[in-house]
Each structure stands twice: as structure tokens, then as C-alpha cells.
């Protein structure tokens, strides 16, 4: 299963790497006006030039997919490592506007984890669990009145909050992510196929926020000016994909 979630990783990045760089930066790149003399070799040789090593680099990613798909545990696990370090890089150099990362975090995880489910299992249910708790305490403080952290909570349109929490949402959200705490603890102990789903359906809820409304949260957010939107780049999409990714690990050890 780990196999094949980093091979597909690495497949949807090669497509996507070719489709959208060259609609949303070759293309437009391309048509702007250069300097005279800026390219002595000439504007078509760099074009195709430029257009050869970008489109190179997905024949690379589908190389790596194919060699993943029959190399052992510890090349897996290698390739892990590059996913997560090509995560890391992309995360920091674009401050978290470039949703790779995402997608190299997630493969990363998979290849350098899934060997090693039996153990890492519990481990991950332990840090997504101690993520919640922490998640619900602060939403519980801010319930009962305090005020650290929640002028950035909201996303903001306009200079102002995009909509008024009613009396209770927040007390309502404490109340998810301590069951939730539960559930992946829970998941991550018993044998029982119905926990590991509930892992798995977690997985699915923490990667649909860490994806975004393709507005105003998240890697599809199309605001990023925001006190929010700096802070949904630097913590809470990071946070919500480092719990889909926990779930995700809890809920497939459960059900191999």
C-alpha cells in the first residue's frame, strides 16, 4: 500500500509539474519582451532549452516512480528521505504557497513509514493524538475568553473576518479533536477493521482541510495577504496535513 501511494505521488507530481508549469509559468514567461542581447544564443534556442530541462525533470519523477515500484524496502526508504527533504525545501522557499510540498511530504511518509507500519503506527497515533489535544485545549481557552491566537484564526476578506463564529463552534470544535484524539489512539491498539476505518475517514477530513476551499484556506487559498493566510501557510495547513498523513499511517496498519 505505502508503495503504491508513493508511486502515485511521484506520477501525479510528474504530471502536474509538466501540465500546469507549462500553462502557468513557461507559457506566460515566454511571452514577455527580453533586452536586446539578454540571450546570445538566441530567444528560441533558450526557449526549448528552458522547455527541454523543466519537462526533463517529470521524466526524471516517472523514472523514479517506475524504479520505486520494484525496488526493495530500503531503496524505498531512500527515496523517502528525498521526498521529505524536497518537501521540507519547498515548503520554506515558497513559505507554503507551493502545494509540492504537500504532495512530497505525503509520498515521503509513505515510502520512508510504510516498512515499518508495525512500529511507527502507535507512534503516529501518539503525535496526531498530542496535536488534538492541543488543538482542543486552545479552542476550549478561547470558548471561556482568551484571546492569544484568535485574531488569526479567521480568514479575512477585505480587511475583515469572513464570518462570525456563533456562541458554541468553538466549544463544538474542542469537543471533534478530542474524539478524534481518541479514535486515532483507539485505532492504533485495537485490531478491530471499523477503528482503522475511522483512521482512514480522519485521513481523509485532515487532507480536505489541508487541501483547501480553493478561496481563502489552505494550499488551493487564492489570498495570501492576510494575517491568516501567512498563518495557514506556516502552521495550520502544515498541522492539518501532518495529521492526515498520521491518520492515513494508523488506519492502513490497521486494516494490513
Known amino acids: 500500500m505505502s508503495r503504491l501511494v508513493c ?8 504530471l502536474l509539474h509538466s501540465v500546469l508549469g507549462e500553462r502557468r509559468l513557461l507559457q506566460p514567461l515566454f511571452k514577455q519582451p ?10 528560441a534556442f533558450v526557449e ?3 522547455r527541454f530541462v523543466w519537462h526533463l525533470l517529470s521524466v526524471t519523477w516517472l523514472a523514479v516512480a517506475y524504479l520505486v515500484a520494484r525496488a526493495d524496502d530500503a531503496a524505498l526508504m531512500t527515496v523517502g528521505v528525498m521526498l521529505l527533504v524536497s518537501s521540507a525545501l ?6 507554503g504557497r507551493h502545494f509540492a510540498w504537500a504532495l512530497f511530504a505525503v509520498g515521503g511518509a509513505a515510502a520512508l513509514f510504510g516498512p515499518q507500519l508495525g512500529p511507527v503506527g502507535p507512534v ?13 485545549v486552545l479552542h476550549l481557552g478561547w470558548e471561556f475568553g482568551l484571546r492569544w ?5 479567521i480568514p479575512e476578506l477585505a480587511g475583515r473576518p469572513a464570518f ?20 486515532v489512539l483507539l485505532a492504533a491498539r485495537s485490531e478491530a477493521a471499523h477503528w482503522a476505518w475511522l483512521a482512514l475517514a480522519g485521513a481523509f477530513v485532515f487532507g480536505a482541510r489541508a487541501l483547501g476551499d480553493f478561496r481563502l484556506v489552505g494550499l488551493t487559498k487564492r489570498v495570501y495577504s ?6 495557514d501557510d506556516r502552521l495550520f495547513t502544515p498541522i492539518s496535513l501532518a495529521l492526515a498523513v498520521c491518520f492515513a499511517l494508523v488506519g492502513v496498519r490497521g486494516l494490513t
Open 7 to 14: 508511486v502515485a505521488i511521484l506520477v501525479i507530481t510528474a
Open 34 to 43: 527580453l533586452p536586446k542581447g539578454s540571450t546570445p544564443l538566441g530567444r
Open 48 to 50: 526549448r532549452t528552458l
Open 90 to 95: 519547498a515548503l520554506a522557499i515558497s513559505r
Open 124 to 136: 503516529a497515533a501518539g503525535v496526531a493524538a498530542l496535536l488534538l489535544l492541543a488543538i482542543a
Open 149 to 153: 491566537g484568535r485574531a488569526v484564526a
Open 164 to 183: 462570525q463564529p456563533p456562541r458554541g463552534l468553538t466549544a463544538l470544535v474542542a469537543l471533534a479533536c478530542a474524539a478524534a484524539a481518541v479514535i
Open 226 to 231: 492576510t494575517p491568516f493566510a501567512r498563518w
